[in-house]
């Protein structure tokens, strides 16, 4: 008897039904064609090409830029009983025949691969043997300049076409717009696709942005007035793990969770926060890939995420039961920071691209036509002090020679300057009182790393120089006297990077097919920030309106429920949308145009109401604004 996908479901995944619409998803997968899934956070995209993957024969191939997913999936499949295996950038030669023979002769049904592994010609070559039953592409907004987190390798996707004309594609994605959709069915010449989308409209999920002074303190509000589990959301790995301390010293239960920590401590803790030992996470935007726990009541996040996008899949981790959940966003006085400001010390422009990539190789003593498939290690503190480049800005060079397959960036975090003092705040201000560039050195370490009496902590010297204004060489031999005199414990780094470099030095040359990539990326990170900016600090548009059109989503009431819609809906009286749009329409359909102030007197309305039906009218194309700033009809 022919299995059907609810068999499978039940079988392995022990679920007696589909969540909307992944039935669908998988029938259309089933039926060859060639499928776009919009599922937004929680919606269960893996299902939709695990279980076609079980019920045709031969291998689905899942591209995937997340290794820790695919290495988490391919854990939980084997767990399962389901027989599957991934090809990463560490994968050795020998295990890559072992896994294709698996595949082609052991009955393996998921094979997943890294986009950068298309580059790779004798893979490619090797794959071709292989029978594909579909082709799978994860995180799909990759493949678009347009979308989040743009990898140029995914354009190499369209080989495997080529390879399997017969092989249906479904791309899959949680975060897409209008634009990025097409340029995603564009770059995988997706043929009589089979569109499918979900809203990004969460109606039990309550946003809130709240401009506090103390955030700690408003933490512990929202973790005792509503019930656990939560997860919250810090930036750095140390405060992680001081918070949740001081959460603990308050008899809250809570542990942390950073990308640092080994692979067997993130299961265990992992285990833990599921099983609601402790119900509380601290952690870097390193937790919640993959995870599908339905019953987060909160999640809060203590600084600015770096897009909606992201902001939107973490908060999304809330209310998966589809009961009451909080999604908080705490903003200091002081944040966020202006768009300038963040431009100026995240974006850089082709010059500087340059500067860091010629002073990289002349640093390695990387020659012409040399360095390629070759690893170099070094310290990225010295390099930038050599060159005196601002650190944040360098780093972001190398992020993005990553992402273009120039070289493969990876941190050493084992091996990082580390600083612990061992006599008390009152003796060591008392030892540099004299020297006052010394006491500015040590009142911002006291001030930047809380626990450093406590523990050997991982300190950033580069940081420490920007911060203080003073020389790294200068903050080194700081503590490297402060070091002999017995007032610390001081570990200097030696090396804290290594870059493979996946092309020969040919000067500017090699560079220079990355320079359209580059403003690409600038324009999409300027407007990304200016959406997050937007949404952080407007106080009178509903924030699931903030959302959603960024989605292209049109919401016509407000929630009623966020943050704002709290403050306001006392002060403003409830309008019919709808008989209001109409009202507008009609008096256009008799005046050609008309400005916004025109229209509020000729129509009595009040002007939020009257601005918030424009922008839907605007929205829907059913009206324009010309550049004397006045309405019309289309």
Not at 216 to 244: C, D, G, N, W
Not at 288 to 312: F, S
Not at 497 to 521: G, H, N, S, V
Request: some cysteine; overall charge neutral.
């Amino acid at each position: 008897m022919t299995k059907k996908p609810i068999d499978i479901l039940q079988k392995y995944w022990k679920h007696t039904s589909f969540r909307e619409p992944q039935e669908e998803i998988i029938t259309s997968v089933l039926q060859k064609k060639d499928t776009f899934a919009l599922l937004p956070t929680g919606g269960g995209k893996s299902i939709c090409f695990q279980i076609p993957a079980l019920l045709l024969p031969g291998t689905c191939l899942v591209i995937s830029p997340l290794v820790a997913l695919m290495q988490d999936q391919v854990n939980n499949l084997n767990a399962l009983g389901i027989k599957a295996a991934a090809i990463v950038g560490g994968t050795s030669i020998t295990d890559i025949d072992a896994i294709l023979d698996n595949c082609l002769y052991g009955d393996y049904k998921l094979l997943y691969l890294s986009p950068e592994r298309l580059e790779q010609t004798w893979l490619l070559e090797r794959i071709e043997n292989l029978k594909v039953s579909v082709i799978a592409v994860d995180e799909a907004h990759c493949i678009s300049q347009w979308g989040n987190d743009f990898r140029p390798a995914y354009l190499k996707i369209n080989q495997l076409r080529k390879l399997f004309p017969s092989a249906p594609v479904i791309a899959l994605t949680g975060s897409a717009n209008k634009r990025v959709i097409s340029d995603i069915c564009t770059h995988l010449e997706l043929k009589d696709v089979a569109l499918f989308t979900k809203s990004f409209y969460r109606n039990n999920l309550i946003y809130g942005v709240y401009k506090v002074e103390n955030k700690e303190a408003i933490v512990e509000r929202i973790l005792q007035k509503h019930p656990f589990p939560a997860i919250i959301y810090v930036r750095s790995r140390k405060e992680t793990q001081l918070l949740a301390q001081r959460l603990n010293q308050k008899n809250f239960n809570a542990n942390f969770f950073h990308g640092g920590l080994h692979a067997f401590e993130k299961k265990k803790r992992l285990e833990d926060w599921v099983a609601e030992k402790t119900p509380i996470m601290v952690a870097t935007n390193a937790f919640g890939m993959g995870i599908d726990k339905k019953n987060v009541r909160n999640v809060i996040h203590l600084q600015l995420p770096e897009n909606l996008e992201n902001y939107y899949q973490e908060a999304g981790r809330a209310g998966r039961d589809e009961s009451k959940a909080f999604a908080s966003l705490l903003v200091s006085p002081n944040e966020p920071k202006s768009v300038a400001d963040w431009a100026k010390e995240n974006l850089f422009d082709k010059d500087f691209l340059k500067l860091v990539y010629r002073k990289l190789n002349n640093y390695l003593s990387i020659g012409l036509g040399e360095g390629f498939n070759t690893a170099y290690s070094f310290s990225f503190n010295q390099f930038c002090l050599q060159y005196n480049f601002p650190y944040t800005l360098t780093y972001n060079v190398l992020q993005f020679l990553d992402r273009q397959g120039i070289c493969k960036l990876t941190p050493n975090s084992n091996n990082k300057t580390q600083l612990q003092f061992i006599v008390s705040s009152s003796e060591l201000l008392d030892y540099v009182y004299d020297n006052e560039r010394q006491e500015q050195v040590l009142l911002q370490i006291i001030r930047h790393y809380p626990g450093i009496h406590e523990y050997n902590t991982p300190i950033n010297l580069a940081y420490l120089s920007e911060q203080t204004g003073e020389p790294l060489l200068f903050i080194q031999e700081c503590l490297q006297h402060w070091h002999q005199e017995a007032l610390c414990l001081f570990t200097p780094e030696e090396h804290d990077l290594e870059l493979t470099f996946l092309e020969a030095w040919e000067e500017d040359k090699t560079i220079y097919r990355t320079f359209p990539f580059l403003e690409q990326q600038n324009k999409l990170k300027l407007d990304q920030y200016q959406a997050i900016y937007f949404y952080a600090q407007n106080d009178d548009i509903c924030k699931n309106k903030i959302i959603l059109r960024y989605f292209d989503e049109t919401l016509e009431q407000d929630c009623g429920s966020c943050s704002t819609c709290l403050q306001t809906q006392q002060k403003k009286p409830q309008v019919n949308i709808s008989q209001v749009k109409e009202r507008v329409v009609q008096h256009l359909q008799h005046e050609q145009a008309a400005s916004a102030l025109e229209l509020e007197t000729a129509l009595n309305l009040a002007l939020p109401d009257l601005l918030l039906v424009l922008q839907i009218l605007l929205e829907q194309q059913k009206i324009k604004l010309n550049n004397k700033n006045q309405y019309s009809l289309v």
